[in-house]
């Protein structure tokens, strides 16, 4: 998803008498997306390959699909028949199943002094994927200290470009004071929103046999979040409105800012769910001043927070690369895409707009499907201010401590709180004035 270096998309042979990969949990734990499942597209480079009876590299595509998430990342085939040709230059033998340590060194370091075009982490990935298919094919023509010798010169670049990619990065959580906090939340759509629903709401509304408010109240309920939507027995809206029209919808569940909001609320327990009503319980209506502000600024912190664990995948069990496997569903794949996006969107230039066009425009199938949910993830996040977005995606200054708790910390990543209370305390609102 990022430029950077992606932890190893693949299983290392074992043993490895020689050096052996990082094992800092920042380098494996970075980026959780890029563990995901391995994606399925065939590219056009895979295609020709198949055409032109090249079997080596249709079987090498092949294996990378069912073994890695290189694909996720990019293309491998034509970085693999480029390091090929400059292996072959420096010195290497026509024989490409059986490679040599010191020509694969040469060629990976022209990639690190001269090749301004590829990414060097990339290429690194690719020529060991290509090592181990070879192992795992049975098509490694050369003794077993030569494979060693050749993954062990691999191995030491990429740690080195591990180190270096993954190591440095520190997600930052700005110091901010109370007065700074209180401002920068009003600023949020959603902190209005918020207010203005819980007013529309009032004590008690009923709701549907699944929890969620009845037809009546769709179009009230909608206008207190500046949507449009009314509610319909029959022929609902099946796609965009025209101009000025209204979303018709069966349920309150068709109307996406109604259901954010709904689940979210019900989850921090400002609405409680009974048999065929719903209460409210409203802390603002008791309190005035300062106590007011402080409370608004804990439910719209809570919010928030429940809005990006709606759709991001950190856990324990996913933790490690090793978790990843065939077994991950849609969602969990879409889950752990977003986790990676909001992650580099909290770091240092956020996460470019340009980056994500790309991926949805090279991308095919279920892959395609992943990151078109992910930027209608992206683009509801943004109507709630959650998410920032110019030339980049970027998370506000005043909830980069959310997604520090969130995603940043489960993780793995280092994180630097400016103001060390933010660190020991969630519900911690700033310095005083």
Known sequence: VSGSCPAAPYRLRDPVSKKKPSSSSKTKQGHPARSAAAGQIVSIDEFRARSTG??????????????TSLTAIGDPLPILHGFLEHYRRFGGGPDTTSLEASPIATALAWYLTEDQENDLEFVLHVVMGYLLFLDDSDLWSGSEAQFEAAQ????????ERSDAAFDDRVFEVPALSRKQ?????????????LQAFMEWFGDKRDVTSKGV??????QGAAAALDVAAVGVPTAPTMFTPGDGEPLRVATAQDVPRLDLYWEALVQIGIIELGARRATLHNPLAATTGSDREDLLMHITRDLALCLYLRFTAVDEEHENEDAFDEDLTDEDVAGILMTSLLLDAGIEEGYSVAHLEVALESTTGDDQVD????????DLLCGEGLVLRDTSYRIPPVLKKMIAYAIAEPAGLEVNYADPMDADDLSYLGAGD
């Open 371 to 378: 990151f078109m949910v992910a930027q209608l993830a992206l």
């Open 152 to 159: 062990s010169a691999i191995l030491e670049i990429i740690d």
């Open 54 to 67: 090249d079997d080596a590299s249709a079987r090498f595509m092949k294996w990378v699909r069912a073994n």
């Open 213 to 218: 408010l009845t037809r009546k109240d769709i």
């Open 181 to 193: 906090t209180l401002a920068g939340l009003l600023e949020l759509p959603l902190s209005g929103r």
